[in-house]
């Protein structure tokens, strides 16, 4: 599989280290981010570069993921999610690192290399690859709700909308393992 992956000088070193382990294993790698240590470089480039690989990569019919990482994570998935057709979550553990795939097809995921050992990132990035989406109609429902807003900004009927007097109540079934 290719990968492509991107940071800013908060995540250089682990990116080194990534690349090899990421090669170790078959994979191809494709790195988006700096080449020098630059204490005030900026991440978004090299994480939209990142993402676009990822989709350009995709619409070719070639197998690919991103992984874009950086203190927090935060910027870098916001980034990423700016490119059209990219689904980057956040990770921070092997709960979302599966469910980023299984349930929201996520084809990026952003991990904060300051709040993670090299080997829990590691194994959050291999979870995140060896899990396949799951396929399930519910899922394939809900991420194609977000691509037609992304394309032409539409959204599912508000439901406040057609009954906007309705009060809900504690009994009405609201399951949060829903998911």
């Not at 240590?37 to 350009?56: E, K, N, S």
């Not at 795939?101 to 690859?129: K, M, P, W, Y």
């Not at 959204?155 to 057609?162: T, W, Y």
């Amino acid at each position: 599989m290719r990968i492509h992956i991107a940071t800013d000088h908060a995540g250089l070193e682990f990116s080194t280290q990534l690349q090899r382990h990421l090669a170790d294993q078959g994979h191809e790698v494709i790195d988006h981010g700096p080449i020098e240590y630059d204490a005030l470089d900026d991440y978004p480039a090299f994480c939209i570069r990142a993402a676009q690989g990822v989709i350009a990569d995709q619409s070719a019919g070639v197998e690919a993921l991103g992984v874009v990482f950086g203190g927090s994570g935060n910027g870098e998935q916001i980034a990423a999610n700016k490119v059209r057709g990219i689904r980057a979550a956040l990770v921070w553990n092997q709960s979302t690192a599966e469910l980023a795939r299984q349930h929201n097809d996520a084809n990026v995921i952003a991990i904060g290399a300051r709040q993670h050992t090299l080997e829990e990132a590691l194994s959050f990035i291999d979870t995140f690859i060896d899990t396949p989406f799951s396929d399930e109609e519910r899922h394939i429902r809900r991420i194609g709700q977000i691509a037609a807003f992304e394309t032409d900004g539409s959204l599912e009927p508000d439901p406040r909308a057609v009954a906007p007097n309705v009060i809900v109540d504690d009994e009405s079934g609201f399951d949060p393992e829903a998911g």
